[in-house]
DNA sequence: TAGTGGTCTAGACCACATT
DNA sequence: ATGTGGTCTAGACCACTAC
């Protein structure tokens, strides 16, 4: 390393944290552009690698976007909607001023594709619907898109054996959807677990979802229980975690 | 590029998709060391920034760890134990069995560090809590430590008004905890509102949790409204994703 | 066409962990 | 002591975007 130390860092963070302290002033706002790699590599005096390296941190922060032949600019946090359980439950939770603000209105959250398949259950899947090793379940993969941009992946999973025959199997399950079709089996749902996680996303995963480096993936795995308590649809659900913000309500 | 062109993806990808396949062949079980540096440029012909950017992708999409000086491991991804509302609401939320597996049992989760005090409301806080600009709120942080590991940072806050003389202003709130003071003032919260969201962590927080690169946080923004529907507590906790099952239940 | 970020090379020195 | 990953240099060519 030429030069002195100025501080026990790495000179790469060290650009990296003057970067992200300016952009957090508002020096940079969201969408502005800010400096490139010639920028950074003639005011900070260092190699090429160097500069890619320093931008590369905010990039796997996620704050900060790279675009090809353009430049690198602050990222657009909008969180854009929220993905709610208040179609699924009796929606009175709304009340008081929200924490993270959301474009509530007309957005237009849309089915993109469907598949829909007859599989052997998957291990997981199986455990959860009580069937055995094997068994067969039919597979509803959808892709949702908001505005364009592909936000939700979704796979369902039903005993095909409750299933056979009826819309279900099919791609369009008619009004009301599959919950509804359920219902008229005698076997709608009355209660819903939701297990939550997050990690980066896989290549395929950011590839489907068309995520720019450093946006992880928020995993939603909704069960469905009908009236007996037992399991009837398991559902898991890939989410681009910069375009939801979840939200949940329950009594003390 | 050196010669041909096996493909049309850059060759780091190339050899990032190749030891992904071979771990999720099992080739390279959890905690197994993987070909380092040195050996990526032997076997695929290339310079060591190449080599390096292969396993910069495996790493920042968090499947694998690099260790100083020893080499570099597959991740061992356990999702240690879940955090549920079960202490809020009535535990009845178990049915069924769950997607994704958890360490249950006797892990420790305990408060590592506490510190109280008054300060200016933020605005979101202010918001939330339907108090006036640059009112005072008194303002809680904890860090969670899970068998020695950080996994959770709670930042509370409450109206200062409201707490003011009570050991909630204290570290130690005493048995029940704030929520247990806040009933004794006949403010108790009967309702509970929770937003999620996911992104990477910002350096201070990477810092904070002991984070490796290529794991997001959770964030957990708790309301807490009392029998009036009065917002008395904002909670915003940051959580080690990688550590946490979040579980939600409702009925239909 | 000029400038941008994306990929790649072939070296180098360092701090660190394991032996 | 050896080998590992971490940092850094000084070049290069490419594809892409914006003008």
């Given at each position: 390393m030429s030069g002195r130390d100025s501080g026990r860092q790495p000179k790469y963070q060290r650009i990296a944290a003057e970067l992200r302290a300016a952009?957090?002033?508002?020096?940079?706002?969201?969408?502005?552009?800010?400096?490139?790699?010639?920028?950074?590599?003639?005011?900070?005096?260092?190699?090429r690698m160097t500069?890619?390296?320093?931008?590369?941190?905010?990039?796997?922060?996620?704050?900060?976007?790279?675009?090809?032949?353009?430049?690198?600019?602050?990222?657009?946090?909008?969180?854009?909607?929220?993905?709610?359980?208040?179609?699924?439950?009796?929606?009175?939770?709304?009340?008081?001023?929200?924490v993270w603000e959301t474009d509530v209105a007309g957005r237009s959250l849309v089915v993109?594709?469907?598949?829909?398949?007859?599989?052997?259950?998957?291990?997981?899947?199986?455990?959860?619907?009580?069937?055995?090793?094997?068994?067969r379940v039919c597979v509803r993969r959808r892709r949702y898109t908001l505005d364009g941009k592909p936000v939700l992946l979704s796979t369902s999973h039903l005993s095909a054996g409750l299933v056979v025959g009826t819309p279900i199997t099919q791609p369009d399950t008619g009004p009301g959807g599959v919950y509804a079709r359920l219902e008229e089996l005698g076997r709608g749902p009355v209660r819903f677990r939701e297990e939550i996680r997050s990690r980066m996303p896989g290549a395929d995963e950011a590839d489907r979802l068309e995520l720019p480096p450093g946006?992880?993936?928020?995993?939603?795995?909704?069960?469905?229980?009908?009236a007996d308590g037992v399991a009837v649809e398991v559902n898991e659900m890939v989410l681009d975690s910069s375009a939801y913000v979840l939200e949940y309500g329950f009594d003390a």
């Open positions: 952009i957090e002033a508002g020096e940079y706002g969201p969408g502005e552009r800010l400096p490139g790699e010639n920028d950074l590599m003639a005011t900070h005096e260092v190699a500069a890619r390296q320093a931008l590369g941190v905010l990039q796997a922060e996620g704050i900060v976007e790279a675009r090809k032949g353009a430049g690198v600019f602050v990222r657009d946090f909008k969180p854009v909607r929220r993905l709610g359980i208040e179609r699924l439950a009796h929606g009175q939770w709304g009340e008081g001023r929200s993109d594709s469907v598949a829909v398949s007859e599989e052997e259950a998957t291990a997981v899947a199986a455990g959860v619907l009580g069937l055995a090793e094997g068994e946006v992880p993936v928020v995993l939603v795995a909704r069960t469905a229980f009908d």
